[in-house]
């Protein structure tokens, strides 16, 4: 690994989902189904702006799993992804408007927030997540639309998970503000412990979003958006009927559509689950320099640093020594107050043994950085990549 180059270099930077082989199994089912099917050409001639009828009907059917309850397809938008989705919400708020997040948050929120003009807050979380009492903080001596974006089911980066009780805290904080919660659930089927949805608790101020970016495969470029209600639903893509770039692709419809029906859709998920439950345990043997959290159906973990190891020299004695992993930075709302932490992916590698090597190596340059702060600097040795 003494090649430091991107092409050479093992990647745990990308919270790419496993891809077990029932996805290859699946994959063929689906289409064969599509390749036979009579209307197959005349579904792929046409754009589905916000879904056609029967992919809101499967997400219905597919979310039912989350609410613990029947959802009207009417509440429910097909976008392309979870960007197109915080997209298409930000153009309903005014510029200007204040978007509350976690400190830490999804690492393209930012630039999303700053192309829709909105001022982005970053709010201290705790184990939990989100503190909502400081939400009464944020909005003293302000005015304006508000609306406050989270990920309280294994957030990213700091693989939190909100309780029930918080979940209903922080609603009823939001209601009373008049804060508009937008709720990033991404890995909700992943996480086998998983509370209901805030959108299930207070669904008359929630936006939910969920990708299958995450539980079946990132190219698929597939999201819900369920809206407090029709009408709300309706309003929000009026406006971008004709404009097709937040439009979900027929393929990757009509395939999700079928792993639905067929239950492959939750075969898959089981399947995911078992390959994140192995690279969990591998992490759990080999890295033992220093501690890090985690939560059973994360793609990756959260290791905050010892005082005696800067982050950013961790990320670049690890990329020396042919190893990519992600500072706090890249994830912060602001450029201050950021941990001193580094998110490591599980499932980039495509193989297991592919990540054995990586956090190996990882191991040992946390190892070597960790040692060489407790000698004097006459006695400490360069770090070189392993060759």
Known sequence: MADSSMDSSIDLTTALPPAPHIIHDALEEAFREICHSDTTAMNLRCNRPGGAKEDVEAGSCWLRARFDEELDPDRIVVTNGTQSALNLLFGMIEPGATLFTESVTYAVLRQLA??????????????????????????????????????????NPTTAVM?????????????????????DDVLGFLHPDAPLPIAA??????????????????????????APTATRARKLVAPVQRLSWWFPNALSALTINHWVR???????????????????????????????????????????LPDCIERHTLVH?????????RPADVFAVNDSRIPNAVRVSLTAPPTTKD?????????????????????????????????
Request: glycine letters at 10%; charged letters at 20%; aromatic letters at 4%.
């Open 114 to 155: 700053t192309r829709a003009g909105l001022k982005l807050v970053g709010l201290p979380v705790d184990q939990e997540g989100i503190i909502p009492e400081t939400l009464d903080d944020g909005c003293l001596g302000g005015s304006g639309q508000r609306a406050l974006f989270c990920n309280p089911t294994v957030h």
């Open 355 to 387: 990540l054995v090597v990586g956090l190996s190596i990882l191991d040992k340059v946390l190892g070597r950085e960790i040692h060489k702060t407790r000698q004097s600097p006459v006695d400490a040795v360069p770090l070189k990549a392993p060759g």
């Open 201 to 226: 608790l207070a669904p008359d101020i929630t936006w939910y979003c969920m990708s299958v970016s995450k539980c079946f495969a990132m190219g698929l470029r597939f999201a819900y958006l369920l």
């Open 317 to 325: 004695a690890a990329k020396i020594c042919g190893v990519l992993i």
């Open 163 to 183: 309780g029930s009780a918080r979940r209903v805290r922080l609603a009823e904080t939001c209601r009373r503000l008049g804060i508009t919660i937008i709720e």
């Open 262 to 304: 067929a239950g492959l859709a939750q075969q898959i998920i089981d399947a995911v689950r078992t390959n994140i439950r192995e690279r969990h345990a591998i992490a759990s043997e080999i890295l033992t320099a220093a501690e890090y959290v985690t939560k059973p159906g994360s793609l990756h973990i959260w290791m905050p």
